[in-house]
């Protein structure tokens, strides 16, 4: 192709196309274009596909920790009402922490920090539920002995 059938076919003049060969100062829309032509996608303007998927990947992540902090808060309000729906919560966590503990299948870190909100009375324990918004609440709400249950 030539210069010319180029730099018509990208809408810019063939002035423009010989200074952008050359590596001298040009629009960035002028890039494009002519990348447009020749099948080439910059990505300088509009967003990129590699971009466009970590932006999707950042949102999911998002969504997938939103929905574990409203979990955790139904729950916190299960705890909170108390009664056999409460202990039973609490039992089959500790079951979860304890096999967690058994198996080596989780950071002590994360036993310890559960331990020290699950060996409470089901109030504190929906208190410290509420309460896991510092660096460590995200950490555990992924790390849950909460996992498989409804919320």
């Known amino acids: 192709m030539s210069q010319q059938a180029l730099a018509t076919a990208a809408g810019i003049s063939r002035t423009t196309l010989i200074q952008m060969e050359k590596g001298k100062d040009a629009q960035v ?13 910059f990505g ?9 998927r970590r932006r999707q ?32 919560l ?19 870190a994360y036993i310890e920090r559960w331990l020290e909100i699950l060996n409470a009375e089901p109030k504190q324990v929906a208190k410290k539920l509420l309460a896991m918004d510092d660096e460590w609440g995200p950490a555990l709400r992924q790390n849950t002995p909460f996992a498989l249950t409804a919320a």
Do not use: Y
């Open 90 to 108: 609490k039992e089959n966590a500790l079951r979860m922490v304890q096999l967690w503990k058994e198996g080596d299948l989780c950071s002590s």
């Open 29 to 41: 829309s002028s890039f494009e274009l002519a990348g447009q032509v020749l099948g080439v996608e």
């Open 57 to 88: 990947a950042r949102a999911d992540h998002q969504a997938k920790l939103a929905a574990s902090r409203e979990k955790h808060l139904k729950l916190a309000v299960k705890f909170a009402l108390g009664g056999a729906e409460a202990i039973a």
């Open 44 to 52: 300088l303007l509009s967003e990129s596909p590699a971009m466009t």
